[in-house]
T-cell receptor
Framework: GQQLNQSPQSMFIQEGEDVSMNCTSSSIFNTWLWYKQDPGEGPVLLIALYKAGELTSNGRLTAQFGITRKDSFLNISASIPSDVGIYFCAGRRTSYDKVIFGPGTSLSVIP | DVKVTQSSRYLVKRTGEKVFLECVQDMDHENMFWYRQDPGLGLRLIYFSYDVKMKEKGDIPEGYSVSREKKERFSLILESASTNQTSMYLC??????????????FGEGSRLTVL
């Protein structure tokens, strides 16, 4: 079935560094979503994207809907310890399709 | 803010027991979902519902059933729990129509251990 690929699988960074991660699909999507899951909690929606090329920010987080509509990117600037968690991308091909999730990127921030 | 509440954060059950996981949302969402999350496998959809008394199988429905008697409540049932159902279970909800139907709101999760 349809799958999303996320990279990197895990990251260990120093506090204050910027972070970049991406998500790719073999199909064209009309919606991209980015979630963060804190340890022991449910995922929380960070950013939703609905148009190719769209660039949306939420505080220190910025996400982009790729021009090809087959990828999306998430950047975190000036990381802090509370950024630790798993970041999931999710998307769907049409408004009638189910949302599918990537396997996640695990982020660790070293103080 | 959307609130999705799962009845139990942690459960320990024995093989063969019947298990109920309850989920309630307060945003009048039509869609409700049950996922399980396992390391390395991400989130996998078990069942979803788009209306009261309606249910659709997701990607891994075997060994599970669901019930939706009221719009705000969606229950996941394990008729006879097995050890391979040890997992984190996540409930989510969303709107049925409109531009934001893809935005799922999750509960805190229920970690089930089957001994």
């Amino acid at each position: 079935g349809q799958q999303l690929n996320q990279s990197p699988q895990s990251m260990f960074i120093q506090e204050g560094e910027d972070v970049s991660m991406n998500c790719t699909s073999s199909s064209i999507f009309n919606t991209w979503l980015w979630y963060k899951q804190d340890p022991g909690e449910g995922p929380v929606l960070l950013i939703a994207l609905y148009k190719a090329g769209e660039l949306t920010s939420n505080g220190r987080l910025t996400a982009q809907f790729g021009i090809t509509r087959k990828d999306s990117f998430l950047n975190i600037s000036a990381s802090i310890p509370s950024d630790v968690g798993i970041y999931f991308c999710a998307g769907r091909r049409t408004s009638y399709d189910k949302v599918i999730f990537g396997p996640g990127t695990s982020l660790s921030v070293i103080p | 803010d959307v609130k999705v509440t799962q009845s139990s954060r942690y459960l320990v059950k024995r093989t063969g027991e019947k298990v109920f996981l309850e989920c309630v949302q307060d945003m009048d969402h039509e869609n409700m979902f049950w996922y399980r999350q396992d390391p390395g496998l991400g989130l996998r959809l078990i069942y979803f519902s788009y209306d009261v008394k309606m249910k659709e199988k997701g990607d891994i429905p075997e060994g599970y059933s669901v019930s939706r008697e009221k719009k705000e409540r969606f229950s996941l049932i394990l008729e006879s729990a097995s050890t391979n159902q040890t997992s984190m279970y996540l409930c989510a909800s969303s709107f049925l129509a409109g531009g934001r139907t893809g935005e799922l709101f999750f509960g805190e999760g229920s970690r089930l251990t089957v001994l």
